[in-house]
């Protein structure tokens, strides 16, 4: 009992494990070396925010261990609160010294695994800083999607699904700003229950890390909004490769033919323009009616 107590007041996060906690037996997700705490978290807005996520991809499904996340938060977070909506409990992870990506922010890096009778279709983590006196800021939401087999796509029908695909071992990225102004990218990935808005089903080679995809696509299973569709291609890293060279093209739901299709090359003075949301190369413009 005076463990468990410890648990729950302490943000040592090595000091309880997850079978300390009664809920975890029965919670959805599962993130080792965090803190678990029963529940929803607070709802606040005052304390610091969610400034980039980085996953490699959207999708997951039911057993899967060990699915590598990192955040970068915003200056004075001490921690983030990561919670899988309708799960039992969250967990409270410590953020670490900034690093590369971020060399003035505190960032952090884990692993999520997922309970084998994790539901399939389409999930919400919710994500939100925290600073050193426990305020929490705006939450972030982070959809995933459950699939059986972790090779079928998450959706194969979609109204409108653009694609990059590139023919070297590098880290490019796909940026597509909607007519919104909103940009899916690999640090806005998807939004969860939003009409018209699109995902990004992969960040592929992210960080030099090589998957062997070199293809990123941003889909919409509902209609898209209508409006002008700027694509761009930024070249986050070469990732010792000379170059690369890239194709983008665009389809619409039971269309044969492309809307659109356009190529190009990735040198190493692409790298850089800048890691923005709007960085990259143009390479399409699309306007839907």
Same mark, same amino acid.
């Given at each position: 009992m005076r463990r468990a107590l410890w648990c729950l007041a302490a943000l040592v996060l090595l000091a309880c494990d997850v079978a300390a906690n009664p809920a975890s037996s029965l919670a959805l997700l599962r993130i080792d070396a965090a803190q678990p705490v029963p529940g929803v978290p607070d709802g606040q807005a005052a304390g610091p925010?969610?400034?980039?996520?980085?996953?490699?991809?959207?999708?997951?499904?039911?057993?899967?261990?060990?699915?590598?996340?990192?955040?970068?938060?915003?200056?004075?977070?001490?921690?983030?609160?990561?919670?899988?909506?309708?799960?039992? +409990? $969250?967990?409270?992870? *410590?953020? /670490?010294?900034?690093?590369?990506?971020?060399?003035?922010?505190? @960032?952090? %890096?884990?692993?999520?695994?997922?309970?084998?009778?994790?539901?399939?279709?389409?999930?919400?983590?919710?994500?939100?800083?925290?600073?050193?006196?426990?305020?929490?800021?705006?939450?972030?939401?982070?959809?995933?999607?459950?699939?059986?087999?972790?090779?079928?796509?998450?959706?194969?029908?979609?109204?409108?699904?653009?694609?990059?695909?590139?023919?070297?071992?590098?880290?490019?990225? +796909? $940026?597509?700003?909607? *007519?919104? /102004?909103?940009?899916?990218?690999?640090?806005?990935?998807?939004? @969860?229950? %939003?009409p018209g808005l699109g995902i990004l089903d992969l960040d592929s080679n992210a960080g030099c890390v090589l998957d062997g995809q070199q293809r990123e696509q941003v889909r919409y299973p509902q209609p898209p909004a209508a409006g002008r569709y700027r694509i761009r291609v930024s070249t986050y890293s070469l990732c010792r490769q000379a170059t690369a060279y890239w194709s983008v093209e665009a389809y619409r739901f039971g269309q044969a033919a492309p809307l659109a299709i356009a190529r190009g090359q990735s040198l190493p003075s692409d790298t850089r323009t800048g890691q923005g949301a709007e960085s990259g190369i143009l390479a399409l413009e699309l306007d839907l009616p």
């Amino acid at each position: 009992m005076r463990r468990a107590l410890w648990c729950l007041a302490a943000l040592v996060l090595l000091a309880c494990d997850v079978a300390a906690n009664p809920a975890s037996s029965l919670a959805l997700l599962r993130i080792d070396a965090a803190q678990p705490v029963p529940g929803v978290p607070d709802g606040q807005a005052a304390g610091p925010s969610v400034d980039g996520i980085g996953l490699l991809a959207t999708r997951i499904w039911p057993g899967q261990v060990g699915k590598p996340i990192s955040l970068v938060l915003s200056e004075g977070a001490t921690a983030a609160v990561l919670h899988l909506v309708g799960d039992s +409990l $969250h967990y409270i992870v *410590p953020a /670490g010294a900034p690093d590369v990506t971020a060399p003035t922010l505190p @960032t952090l %890096s884990t692993r999520l695994s997922f309970a084998p009778w994790l539901d399939r279709g389409p999930h919400t983590l919710l994500i939100s800083a925290v600073d050193a006196s426990g305020r929490s800021g705006p939450g972030v939401f982070q959809r995933l999607d459950a699939v059986a087999d972790p090779l079928a796509p998450p959706e194969p029908e979609s109204f409108l699904h653009i694609t990059l695909r590139w023919d070297r071992a590098a880290d490019l990225d +796909l $940026h597509v700003q909607e *007519p919104s /102004g909103r940009v899916v990218w690999s640090r806005h990935k998807a939004s @969860t229950a %939003s009409p018209g808005l699109g995902i990004l089903d992969l960040d592929s080679n992210a960080g030099c890390v090589l998957d062997g995809q070199q293809r990123e696509q941003v889909r919409y299973p509902q209609p898209p909004a209508a409006g002008r569709y700027r694509i761009r291609v930024s070249t986050y890293s070469l990732c010792r490769q000379a170059t690369a060279y890239w194709s983008v093209e665009a389809y619409r739901f039971g269309q044969a033919a492309p809307l659109a299709i356009a190529r190009g090359q990735s040198l190493p003075s692409d790298t850089r323009t800048g890691q923005g949301a709007e960085s990259g190369i143009l390479a399409l413009e699309l306007d839907l009616p």
